[in-house]
């Protein structure tokens, strides 16, 4: 990641894990997957910032400038004729991502505009291509929406995990070209 990445997301995490974060906010790796998720939406999403802070929050104006800086990052780097995504993931303390965060925080920019990506996912290149995403949702219970098996579930979400920065360029393609 380039050093002006790295600063803001450095500086955006220090506001979210902060007293001064609103309690509904998204933590960063939840906001770059959002701010991903809206970057492939073809349409404007008005509403965004009360998903990524919480309803009728008054964020301060530096934190609102760098959510916008890091979403021109991600739209740069997909709209790049070479794509590039560099997702927020957590690492494990064995070392691989964990997407999980990431992931729901994309499928919370989906829900703004359901109908465009129901018609998208309905799709034949968009159900591929949307898998890795969705297979890190699990239900309330813990259980895989895709029913995964429990000794599966591991490998399954690493494999998913690495194919992100692959498939989301080609979303965000094939999402533009709607």
């Excluded at 740069?76 to 999980?100: D, K, N, R, S």
């Excluded at 994309?106 to 829900?111: L, N, P, R």
């Amino acid at each position: 990641m380039s050093r002006a990445i790295t600063d803001i997301l450095t500086e955006l995490d220090t506001y979210l894990r902060s007293n001064d974060s609103p309690p509904d906010s998204l933590g960063l790796s939840d906001l770059d997957g959002f701010l991903t998720g809206l970057v492939c939406t073809p349409t404007p999403v008005a509403n965004w910032a009360d998903v990524a802070f919480g309803a009728g929050v008054r964020v301060p104006k530096r934190i609102m400038e760098l959510t916008t800086q890091r979403m021109d990052q991600i739209a740069a780097g997909l709209a790049a004729a070479t794509p590039v995504l560099e997702p927020v993931f957590w690492q494990a303390p064995e070392g691989h991502a964990i997407a999980m965060d990431w992931c729901e925080g994309f499928m919370e920019a989906v829900k703004l505009d359901v109908a465009t990506w129901d018609t998208f996912g309905q799709s034949a290149i968009g159900s591929k291509l949307m898998v890795p995403i969705l297979v890190h949702m699990f239900d309330d219970d813990g259980n895989s929406m895709f029913d995964i098996a429990e000794e599966d579930i591991d490998q399954t979400l690493e494999v998913a995990a690495e194919a992100v920065p692959r498939v989301v360029p080609l979303i965000y393609r094939e999402m533009r070209q709607r």
